[in-house]
Nanobody
Framework: QVQLVESGGGLVQAGGSLRLSCAASGGTFSMYAMGWFRQAPGKEREFVAVITWSGTTDYADSVKGRFTISRDNAKNTVYLQMNSLKPEETAVYYC?????????????????WGKGTLVTASS
């Protein structure tokens, strides 16, 4: 089973940018669709973005045009570029792996989760 480790979280002013990384090991990275989720304090975990092994992407409506998901299959890494961050997007961001684009979007049947990285957008 693939193991996932996120990095790149931190404190940023509202309107700023961060790039998250998720390094995968222990599995065949290219066979997985990869996604990002987030969980704000007191709220349920929610879908943010997904990318297939071939590069097809989709996003939550709330982040379209501001966030970009990408992957480097040679480096077994997926990225999330976040621009124009809002204070309400303060959350723990999680990386996820699954066999299937729709599985990622639904959040059900995820093969592996990372432990998360905290993003704080201050107002």
């Amino acid at each position: 089973q693939v193991q996932l480790v996120e990095s790149g979280g931190g404190l940023v002013q509202a309107g700023g940018s961060l790039r998250l990384s998720c390094a995968a090991s222990g599995g065949t990275f290219s066979m997985y669709a990869m996604g990002w989720f987030r969980q704000a304090p007191g709220k349920e975990r929610e879908f943010v973005a997904v990318i297939t092994w071939s590069g097809t992407t989709d996003y939550a409506d709330s982040v379209k045009g501001r966030f970009t998901i990408s992957r480097d299959n040679a480096k077994n890494t997926v990225y999330l570029q976040m621009n124009s961050l809002k204070p309400e997007e303060t959350a723990v961001y999680y990386c996820a792996a699954a066999i299937g684009f729709t599985t990622i979007k639904s959040g059900n049947g995820i093969h592996s989760w990372g432990k998360g990285t905290l993003v704080t957008a201050s107002s």
